[in-house]
């Protein structure tokens, strides 16, 4: 059975509970660096505007391991959303509680109220059913437009999906629609390049090599997994600088020559500390590679997006996924857990 579609749904009149993806790289201040992710939420959120439905926002932003962290607050993206969507959002600083109860109670069809950080919680994480059927006693549909964490096993993705209808959003149907092309009509040679300091991501590869002709990895993941790595002519680990915050110049040369071969490219994740002007050369130079590549180019992940932003290069690249993770979960298994009620 396909996964019903939130225009193939009825929600005119109806309390909607809408995951999305607001996992947004912050400064060291708290300001928003890169609101790509809470702009990709605005199609769905206006339709469902449009159609006269209220909307109970919910979402996560970083890792604060269940408990509260001001930094991490959901209030700077509510003040984001309220500037792109002009319009009031209504934010409550708890997940459940009454303020979030009387919000609900008090809204209008056509409002937001938007919930603080799910991860304050730590039954999200633990996908504690109790939290999940909290949650969908708030609404009446479950709209999950958060593509980005549909690969974990969380209350707000695949707990809720037990108490209530849900169905997905227009964000979400457009990364399926896309990856679901490279899947089936594929550009060779097919290189992945895989950076960033998630080790979760290395659990993909035994599967990825069945899709891929070449995996090449960077970041700080050689050091995750040196002990794991199978040795194998499609896998190529770079050597690190000397401090471990960047791949070396061989490493960026040999990357190069895959990316100068490859009919299709997907990166998930920076080579280094790309923030830090020392430490950007590996980043820097293999998404400039990417862009001046003929391979039909994919890139993914929050940061992977903050660093092309910053190189002036994401108007370079064919396909941009929100989701790094996600994509890679998808590409290897075919599926998410989201997609698997």
Same mark, same amino acid.
Do not use: W
């Given at each position: 059975?396909?996964?019903?579609?939130?225009?193939?749904?009825?929600?005119?009149?109806?309390?909607?509970?809408?995951?999305?993806?607001?996992? @947004?790289?912050?400064?060291?201040?708290?300001?928003?660096?890169?609101?790509?992710?809470? #702009?990709?939420?605005?199609?769905?959120?206006?339709?469902?505007?449009?159609?006269?439905?209220?909307?109970?926002?919910?979402?996560?932003?970083?890792?604060?391991?269940?408990?509260?962290?001001?930094?991490?607050?959901?209030?700077?993206?509510?003040?984001?959303?309220?500037?792109?969507?002009?319009?009031?959002?209504?934010?409550?600083?708890?997940?459940?509680?009454?303020?979030?109860?009387?919000?609900?109670?008090?809204?209008?069809?056509?409002?937001?109220?938007?919930?603080?950080?799910?991860?304050?919680?730590?039954?999200?994480?633990?996908?504690? #059913?109790?939290?999940?059927?909290?949650?969908?006693?708030?609404?009446?549909?479950? @709209?999950?437009?958060?593509?980005?964490?549909?690969?974990?096993?969380?209350? *707000?993705?695949?707990?809720?999906?037990?108490?209530?209808?849900?169905?997905? !959003?227009?964000?979400?149907?457009?990364?399926?629609?896309?990856?679901?092309?490279?899947?089936?009509?594929?550009?060779?040679?097919?290189?992945?390049?895989?950076?960033?300091?998630?080790?979760?991501?290395?659990?993909?590869?035994?599967?990825?090599?069945?899709?891929?002709?070449?995996?090449?990895?960077?970041?700080?993941?050689?050091?995750?997994?040196?002990? *794991?790595?199978?040795?194998?002519?499609?896998?190529?680990?770079?050597?690190?600088?000397?401090?471990?915050?960047?791949? *070396?110049?061989?490493?960026?040369?040999?990357?190069?020559?895959?990316?100068?071969?490859?009919?299709?490219?997907?990166?998930?994740?920076?080579?280094?500390?790309?923030?830090?002007?020392?430490?950007?050369?590996?980043?820097?130079?293999?998404? #400039?590679?990417?862009?001046?590549?003929?391979?039909?180019? @994919?890139?993914?992940?929050?940061?992977?997006?903050?660093?092309?932003? #910053?190189?002036?290069?994401?108007?370079?690249?064919?396909?941009?996924?929100? !989701?790094?993770?996600?994509?890679?979960?998808?590409?290897?298994?075919?599926?998410?857990?989201?997609?698997?009620?």
């Amino acid at each position: 059975m396909k996964p019903a579609k939130v225009q193939d749904t009825t929600v005119s009149g109806k309390r909607i509970l809408l995951r999305a993806d607001f996992d @947004v790289p912050l400064s060291k201040s708290g300001e928003i660096t890169n609101d790509t992710r809470i #702009k990709n939420s605005l199609f769905t959120i206006n339709y469902l505007l449009n159609q006269k439905a209220k909307i109970i926002l919910i979402a996560h932003l970083g890792r604060p391991g269940g408990k509260r962290d001001e930094f991490l607050s959901l209030r700077s993206v509510s003040e984001r959303l309220s500037e792109l969507l002009n319009a009031k959002i209504l934010f409550s600083d708890e997940i459940l509680g009454s303020k979030t109860k009387e919000l609900i109670l008090s809204m209008d069809f056509g409002e937001i109220v938007l919930l603080e950080n799910l991860r304050f919680d730590s039954r999200e994480e633990e996908n504690d #059913k109790s939290f999940s059927e909290e949650l969908s006693s708030l609404a009446d549909l479950y @709209v999950n437009d958060a593509f980005a964490a549909s690969h974990r096993k969380h209350s *707000s993705i695949v707990g809720v999906l037990e108490f209530m209808p849900f169905c997905f !959003g227009f964000y979400f149907q457009k990364e399926i629609k896309a990856l679901n092309q490279i899947l089936d009509f594929p550009k060779r040679p097919v290189l992945v390049i895989l950076g960033g300091k998630k080790k979760s991501k290395l659990d993909q590869i035994g599967k990825l090599k069945l899709l891929v002709d070449k995996i090449a990895i960077g970041g700080e993941l050689p050091l995750l997994g040196k002990d *794991s790595f199978p040795e194998d002519q499609k896998i190529i680990v770079a050597n690190l600088t000397q401090n471990n915050r960047d791949i *070396s110049a061989l490493s960026i040369d040999e990357f190069k020559k895959e990316i100068a071969k490859a009919g299709t490219i997907i990166l998930v994740g920076t080579m280094g500390a790309f923030e830090e002007e020392e430490n950007e050369a590996g980043t820097r130079e293999i998404i #400039k590679a990417l862009a001046l590549s003929s391979a039909f180019t @994919v890139v993914g992940g929050g940061d992977t997006q903050a660093a092309l932003t #910053k190189f002036g290069l994401t108007d370079k690249i064919d396909y941009i996924s929100s !989701g790094g993770g996600a994509m890679l979960f998808y590409l290897a298994q075919k599926t998410l857990p989201a997609l698997e009620k």
